[in-house]
């Protein structure tokens, strides 16, 4: 179908300067499982590469072998023109590659100043030179643009935002010439996104490669200038990013084209199943007015902490309710999660780790948990019954697992959310309260749960879709709403909304 | 049919793997058992270990840790822990004690023990559901409570009902190793600890209760969130661990024939030991009723052993100190390489 930018077209970018670091034709076997094919890439300096696939399309892999926790099978690195072999994390550091995971490695109890230099400390004869230390530490924030940010201020009382900052500091003073970005938006704000990517301008301009990996389309837009997709552990494609549109850079990843990432599922709209009046909680939300009919998708946009989350707990009595009325069904369920669940409601959490499922027990347990009646009688299980018909829903959502019995967590994040969202299908829920469905997982897996949604609305359910990804609900959606600060501001047929229109709405001053 | 066959060897792999995780334990007790088999049969020891009454009379010696431990193990599956556990064995057996003293009927005063044992059980259930405060704190403070009321009972002292007038045959031989006493080949109260094992065995596999308990102890926002009752678990799941601490109650009053309120200080520990020898995690979400048993004879077997040998108190203590250590360390190791 003429993808651009076809396999092997490598940079053709300005003769002469050599890359500052290069990979080439990297292969990886893991037992039985190829991890990666003949993979070659190239960052100069003053690039930002953006490295793109799906999850398990071989990035990680990718990025363990640059930063030695694993060897190449086959295949050679070159870093500022030497050969680079680095033969563990600790070697790869020291030679100038460094790493800014999702989770930071930082000490909450120390300052910024010991978490900068942690490891790398001045000394003399074992004792600390505090005054070099400063002196290197003002000179790597300011070249961070973050000169105002205290030495002294302890790491665990900085934002998300601020700590990161830190982290990449640390890998400044190190002298690092490469730096690695693995997801590293996904625990940010909106504002402190930004400011990371005035960062990663910065480190452009004094001369350093930096590899950005991101599942978000848009961010990699704003900040790299240049992309490498994988897929299945091979090079999909690679080019200059100013010559490519999203739904190309989709249709890499995935193998195929665009329109079959948002499946159009017909549904038809029914009655009020469900009103809102007046819905207030602890903080968040306040005065929530709201209609939600048979049938209907309704997306809840807006910032982190507008009170998306808490509106859907505060529906589903898991936070305090304070004020006003939740009817469905013309009935007004009790506030407790057990009660609007025998209402018809079902919750699928944002936080699939630490609440959204037992990731000890068994997908059989996950599955069944929150309706356990149909098999049993006078407080016995049937396990056999009860195995049987998990079976049957990891057949129907194409759950990839062995058995019933494995673990969840052994699952990927993608099957992981499908067996959260069987539950609620399993409990029969009429109303579907679906928090970050499609938040941390491949494409081919949001593109099922897309899929999911529309046939559910399509059988007559009403789900309320919250997400921070303006795209999805504006191609999934009937309606959106708008949330922002606590309230819900607008509510809309989802073809009145634009991507910006939805940002304006979400960001802007309110009188209350 | 395409499903079946698919299934079946994933099934049959599951059932091994957890077979592997009761089995540690288990294999555990068989190596102490042939090790002070072999050395007391063959290196000079009294050739007595590996006997029939031997064996009866360890498991004479284990039954009240086993019976209380099993308890436990519901409390630990939920990822509770219960402090109060040991001096509820002795404030259930000076109850017992209290009541026949009094020349109550053998089996209300051993109803009586029971029932005081699941009151201070559901206690520790109500304080942990109701304050949100953890149960380690709860029943640390319960534990000292229960000695104090123990002792309020007993007036400071220990309660000895008269032997020949107040406490029937069948009390007294509830866990005696005379050869009278048997029935099938062992106690009466060693084939009452096997009978309540299956039962709490089939409760935690086979019943809604027992799924809300694994679900609480492995994700307790989880549970809540799939319309489990969290806070009537909790009172249950305590107060259903103080009905076996009050059959280990009485078991002691039958070992003793004696109410002594501070005959339980210290047991608490040996019956968390067994649990977590036997595989519990203090996390919650694992443990099994098979695994607890085995931690429980371990323990006993070991004393015997030691004993049997010629070796002193002191030295025992270290061994069983170290084979609490080394067991949870083994079965972390193992849970990791599950993981991954």
Redesign the interface.
Known sequence: MGLPHAVGEEASRGAGSPPLLSMHGISKRFGATRALKDVSLAVHAGDVLALIGENGAGKSTLMKILSGAHPPDTGRMELAGAAYAPENPHAAHIAGVAMIYQELNLAPDLSVEDNIMLGQECSRWGRLDRTLQRREVARVLDLLGHADLPPEALVGTLPAGTRQVVEIARALVARARVVVFDEPTSSLTQADVLRLFEVIRKLRQSGLGVVYISHFLEEIRAVCNRYTVLRDGEIAGAGDLAGISEADIVALMVGRSVNELFPNVAHQIGDVVLSIEGLGGGRYPQSVNCDLRRGEILGIAGLVGSGRTELLRCL?A?DPVRTGTVRLANLTPRAS??A???AGFG?V?EDRK????????SIA??LT??R?APY?RW???N?TQRRAAA?DWI?RLGIKA??P??AV?ALSGGNQQKVALA?VMHQAADVLLLDEPTRGIDVAAKSEIYRLMGELAAAGKSIMFVSSYAAELLAVCDRVGVMARGRLREVRAACDWTEESIMHCAVKKYDE | MHLTSDTRPARTATILRSAKTTLGPFLALIVVIGFFGVYDTWFGGGGQFLSARNFRSVSVATATIAVAALGMTVVIIAGGIDLSAGTTVALSATIVAWCLKANWPAPLAAAAGILIACTAGLINGVLISTLRVVPFIVTLGTMTIYLGIAKIIARETTIRPDLNEQVPRWLADLLSARTEALWFGAPAGIWLTLALSLALAAMLHLTVFGRYVYAIGSNESTARLCGVNVPWCKMTLYTLAGFFVGVAGIFQFARLSSGNPTSGTGLELRIIAAVVIGGGSLSGGRGAVLGTLTGAAIMEVIKSGCTQLGLHNPVQEIILGAIIVAAVTLDQVRQRRSAG
């Open positions: 589903f898991l999660p057990r609007r669940i025998a919750f959490s630490t609440e959204g499922l037992a990731q000890g027990r347990d996950n948990l929150s356990l049993s407080g016995w299980l396990l079976n057949r062995g058995s019995d494995d967590q539950r």
